[in-house]
C-alpha cells in the first residue's frame, strides 16, 4: 500500500516537472536565418513557429531558390528547437 503512495506521489512530482519544462519551452525563443539571409523564423523551445520573415530581395530568386531557403531554416529551426528542448529536460534531471 505505501509504496503505491509512493509511486503516485512520484508520478505527481514528474507530472509537476514536466509541466515546469513545457512552460519554460514555450517561453524560450530562437531565431534561424536562412542560408542566404532571406527568409529568418523565429521559433520557440516547443517547436511553435511564432513569427516567418521574408526578405524583400526574396523576389530576386526563382522559385527553387526560395524553397530550398525556405527548407533549410526550417529543418534548422525544428533541429535547434529540439535540442533547446533537450538541454531543458536534462537541466531537470530527466532523461533525453
Known sequence: ???KLGQLKDL?????QMEDIKKRLDNMVIKVESPKH???VTIS????VKE???DPLAHNYNGADLAEEIKAVFNKAVRDSQAMAAQA???????Q
Open 38 to 40: 532571406l527568409v529568418e
Open 52 to 54: 516567418v520573415r521574408v
Open 45 to 48: 523551445g516547443a517547436q511553435e
Open 12 to 16: 505527481w512530482k514528474l507530472k509537476s
Open 89 to 95: 529536460m536534462g537541466n531537470f534531471g530527466l532523461p
Open 1 to 3: 500500500m505505501f509504496d
